[in-house]
């Protein structure tokens, strides 16, 4: 049974900081592995799909990297924003998607 | 934004009803999935599809039931509401799940509340 655990379960920053999301998971048995951002009371909006085979992905100033025998992930932010403020969760997919508890982001202006 | 229509999106229900939650899709993706949102929880599978009758059962699967006899529609069931299944229940589609570039995309949301 995949299991999916992300540190820091919460994190507040100023803006412009860099920040680093971790995601690990028990089975590396995976296809791929995505990132979401959610706003509260909202859905899920996909940021980042890496697929097994590759090590990173890069969308702006959002970086995931993937560690499949580890069993790791990491979303690096760079120069944060307010608007960067959400809950960030990952889920790697081995047949079904499965989430971990997320990380909630707060940026300070 | 992916074509994801889910309906209700607020709903308020008694306690023993049965309750339809309905997922549409427009991008005829092949898979389709059922997820509860709860605080401490995070997003919890409930029921997935690959096809066109075939379903399977995810993490927390007792109470639900679904079917999927189009490809563009997956129904989420309660037979028999409980407090318990008070919860947002997301709806989430992608075009396959065996890697490649396949992303998940989600609906909305539904908001249950069993009274």
């Known amino acids: 049974k995949q299991e999916v655990t992300q540190i820091p379960a919460a994190l507040s920053v100023p803006e412009g900081e860099n920040l680093v999301l971790n995601c690990s998971f028990t089975d590396s048995a995976i296809y791929n592995l995505q990132w979401f951002r959610q706003d509260p009371g909202k859905g899920l909006t996909s940021l980042l799909l890496i697929q097994s085979s590759q090590r990173e992905q890069t969308s702006g100033r959002l970086n995931a990297s993937l560690d499949k025998s580890s069993g790791r992930s990491t979303l690096y932010i760079a120069a944060s924003q307010p608007g960067d403020s959400a809950t960030y969760l990952c889920a790697p997919e081995g047949g079904k998607l499965i989430f971990g508890q997320g990380t909630e982001l707060s940026v300070k202006p | ?115």
């Open chain 2, 1 to 115: 934004d992916a074509g994801i229509t889910q309906s209700p999106r607020h709903k308020v229900t008694e306690t023993g009803t049965p309750v339809t939650l309905r997922c549409h899709q427009t991008e005829n993706h092949r898979y389709m999935y059922w997820y509860r949102q709860d605080p401490g929880h995070g997003l919890r599978l409930i029921h997935y599809s690959y096809g066109v009758k075939d379903t399977d059962k995810g993490e927390v699967s007792d109470g639900y039931s679904v079917s999927r006899s189009k490809t563009e529609d997956f129904l989420l069931t309660l037979e028999s509401a409980t407090s318990s299944q008070t919860s947002v229940y997301f709806c989430a589609i992608s075009e396959s799940a065996r890697g490649g570039n396949t992303e998940a995309f989600f609906g909305q949301g539904t908001r249950l509340t069993v009274v």
